[in-house]
């Protein structure tokens, strides 16, 4: 079993649409938990960490779900400038391996 | 420009041929790790660094890879006896030294080896 799995979609949603992403691990003594933006042909990129208690920064919300193994990534008003893979990554129980998820493409469309 | 710089930016070798690819991480920033990403799936853990001492390294890592940081600042990846397999972009990141943030990491823009 993977360590981290994603739907890759593609997810294509019209402007100012609110779309969320779930992602779901598969080992329980995770500790971290990120997002990460991955733009074409570009490198990896901290959109945001992900607390126990939840957090939003802007039109972004990230959830973490610890009994049922997943984290979500809600995007509220998506924009043009949204467009791109989304990537969810938890770390190993040695804290200090990380693994991605294959990514969900999104296409924010005018 | 003070974040994380890669060297070269695109490499083509032939099958069988060594090649070396630098890192420099962000300079307070003593964690650093490489990946490497095939197209359509996420960054793969190969190795992490905290200082000069590398303390994980993936159990997928080929003994032809190694990895070295040898004053705990810029770190060096050498894949040996390159295979078409090895065709990737290697990424590499860093992350600060302590407290909460120590976990987030940020990326290079990687090194695309093509190996023919």
């Known amino acids: 079993r993977k360590e981290v799995e994603q739907d890759p979609g593609p997810f294509n949603v019209p402007e100012g649409a609110t779309v969320a992403f779930n992602c779901t691990y598969s080992?329980?003594?995770?500790?971290?938990f990120f997002w990460y933006r991955q733009d074409c042909r570009k490198e990896p990129k901290l959109l945001m960490s992900?607390?126990?208690s939840g957090n939003e920064d802007g039109r972004f919300t990230a959830q973490l779900n610890r009994a049922s193994q997943y984290i979500s990534l809600l995007i509220r008003d998506s924009k043009l400038s949204d467009s791109a893979t989304y990537l969810c990554v938890v770390n190993s129980n040695t804290g200090n391996q990380f693994y991605f998820g294959t990514g969900t493409s999104l296409t924010v469309i005018p | 420009d003070t974040g994380v710089s890669q060297d070269p930016r695109h490499k083509i070798t032939k099958r069988g041929q060594n090649v070396t690819f630098r890192c420099d991480p962000i300079?307070?920033?003593?964690?650093l790790y490489w990946y490497r990403q095939t197209l359509g799936q996420g960054p793969e853990f190969l190795t992490y660094?905290?200082?000069?001492?590398?303390?994980?390294k993936s159990r997928l890592l080929s003994d032809r890879f190694s990895a070295e940081r040898p004053k705990g600042s810029f770190s060096t990846l050498e894949i040996q006896r390159t295979e078409q397999g090895d065709s990737a972009m290697y990424l590499c990141?860093?992350?600060?030294?302590?407290?909460?943030?120590?976990?987030?990491?940020?990326f290079g823009p990687g090194t695309r080896l093509t190996v023919t």
């Open positions: 660094f905290q200082n000069e001492a590398q303390l994980e």
């Open positions: 990141a860093s992350s600060h030294p302590t407290g909460i943030l120590s976990y987030e990491q940020y």
């Open positions: 080992n329980s003594a995770s500790q971290s």
């Open positions: 992900v607390y126990s």
């Open positions: 300079s307070e920033h003593n964690r």
